[in-house]
């Protein structure tokens, strides 16, 4: 019997020192830690750079949509009234230019030159009476106040001649070169302006510049859209990465340009090759852990990116990430 008990005694003594040696080597085991993070894409806003009310939605949640599809469309009869008033603005402006290009019109220009006519007949008869006036003058016949009147009266019809010569000459020549130039930029305005009305009215056509994924939809018919308001969200899935928190003591294995592998539990088990593609700092609000005193020093905590090397079918946003990475030994 005693010999019994000392069989069992030492089985019992055997088993607690392989179970004290085993937590002893379990201590000392590589740990494997667990990094998690999650899914991001790339998401973009459509909007207008104008505010109107809501005229169609074409688009739901879910529905895939690509580049320069029409998304939504606005009402804007503000728009469309000074689309009219640019455009008639720009009509006369535009005539302007083309009358100044051509300068006067035929009937003005022989109307000049038969006032200038005129005037040269009138200074020609003036030239006469002068001499005759003169002639009687020297005689002693008539006074010299009547020899002044005729002079006076004859340099009168000279002048009279000299600005009908100018205006004839001044419509047969046309417009000046910088009347024709001002026509012309204010025509070119007139046509910029139309142009950016047009612009506008154009925003009421809203279009998708990127392919993707609809996920929001936050305003619907018949409401008012104010101008850069996001009325519908697109996430692109094909531009996705994953974002962890990264303690500071692990961040040597997330360098700029490593590589990594990870699972992602809501696809499968399968593993997926991630590159880091962005390291930066946290804000210091509960980034911060305190280490034990061999340490000496309280980790911060970094927000690393890491993109995908090939596509991931089924991958959402904010789906988990996981990384298991070996630990140095304790």
């Not at 009402?75 to 290009?101: H, R, Y």
Request: hydrophobic share 40%.
């Amino acid at each position: 019997m005693n010999k019994l008990i000392s069989f069992f005694s030492w089985i019992i003594i055997v088993v607690l020192l392989g179970l004290i040696i085993h937590s002893f080597w379990q201590a000392y085991q590589p740990q494997v830690q667990r990094l998690q993070g999650q899914i991001e894409a790339r998401q973009y806003n459509v909007s207008s750079k104008i505010p109107g009310r809501i005229d169609e939605i074409l688009v739901r949640k879910g529905d895939q949509v690509h580049k320069k599809q029409l998304i939504y469309t606005l009402l804007s009869p503000e728009l469309e009234a000074k689309l009219v008033e640019a455009k008639a603005i720009s009509a006369a402006a535009q005539d302007l230019a083309e009358e100044a290009v051509k300068g006067a019109r035929k009937q003005e220009v022989a109307a000049a030159k038969d006032n200038w006519q005129k005037a040269k007949a009138a200074a020609q008869l003036y030239e006469k009476t002068y001499q005759r006036v003169n002639n009687l003058y020297k005689q002693g016949v008539l006074s010299e106040q009547k020899k002044d009147e005729a002079h006076t009266q004859l340099q009168a019809a000279r002048y009279t001649q000299h600005a009908a010569l100018q205006l004839y000459q001044m419509a047969e020549e046309g417009t000046r070169e910088e009347t024709r130039k001002a026509a012309a930029d204010k025509a070119r305005a007139a046509e910029g302006a139309v142009a950016e009305v047009k612009a506008y009215t154009d925003e009421t056509q809203v279009v998708s510049w990127h392919d993707g994924e609809v996920t929001q939809v936050l305003l619907h018919k018949g409401e008012i859209a104010p101008a850069g308001f996001p009325v519908v969200t697109i996430m692109d899935m094909n531009d996705m990465w994953a974002v962890f928190h990264v303690r500071e003591d692990l961040l040597p294995h997330y360098q700029q340009g490593s590589e990594f592998s990870v699972t992602i539990p809501a696809i499968g088990k399968k593993v997926y090759q991630f590159k880091v593609s962005h390291v930066s700092v946290m804000g210091d609000y509960a980034t911060w852990r305190a280490t034990d005193s061999s340490k000496g020093f309280d980790m911060r905590t970094f927000e690393v990116e890491a993109e995908p090397l090939q596509a991931i079918e089924g991958a959402r946003v904010g789906m988990s990430v996981i990384v298991q990475q070996i630990s140095k030994q304790k």
